[in-house]
C-alpha cells in the first residue's frame, strides 16, 4: 500500500496540470497520477491547425517534466474509489489519499441546433 497527499485520477491535460500546480505551491505534498495510457497526450489541436507535429507519432508527450517535479504516475485502471478509506484500487494495489483529484475527461455532446451541418 503507498499513502499520498494527493491522487489524481486521469492523466490528461487537466490531471497533469493539478500536478504541476500543487508540486508548484506546494513542493513537499506528495503526488501520484493514475492513468490508463503509458504516455499523455498533446492536450489541444492548435499544432495540428498550424501542423507543427508532423506525424500522429508527436501526439504523446513526455512524462520527464512531471517526474523531475517528483510526480509519481502509475498505468492502470483504476478499478474502485473508496472514500471511506481514502483510497483507491488499481490494478488490485490500494493507495491512501489525503486529497483526491477526478480528472477523467469527458465526451463531446452534439448539441441539436438548426443548420450545424
Known amino acids: ?5 494527493v491522487i ?3 492523466g490528461g491535460p487537466v490531471g497533469s496540470t493539478v500536478a504541476k500546480n500543487v508540486k508548484r505551491f506546494y513542493p513537499e505534498k ?14 489541444c489541436s ?3 491547425i498550424c501542423s507543427t507535429l508532423g506525424s500522429v507519432d508527436n501526439n504523446l508527450t513526455s512524462d ?5 517535479l517528483g510526480v509519481e504516475i502509475h ?6 474509489v473508496l472514500p471511506e478509506e ?8 490500494h493507495y ?3 486529497k483526491l483529484v477526478l480528472a477523467t475527461g469527458s465526451v463531446p455532446r452534439e448539441l441539436p441546433l438548426e443548420g450545424k451541418d
Open 86 to 93: 481514502h483510497a483507491i484500487l488499481c490494478e488490485g494495489k
Open 64 to 68: 520527464e517534466g512531471l517526474k523531475s
Open 8 to 10: 489524481i485520477v486521469g
Open 1 to 5: 500500500m503507498a499513502d499520498y497527499d
Open 75 to 80: 498505468v492502470g485502471e483504476v478499478e474502485r
Open 30 to 43: 506528495s503526488v501520484a497520477i493514475f492513468r490508463r495510457e503509458k504516455r499523455g497526450i498533446v492536450p
Open 46 to 48: 492548435i499544432p495540428y
Open 96 to 98: 491512501t489519499y489525503r
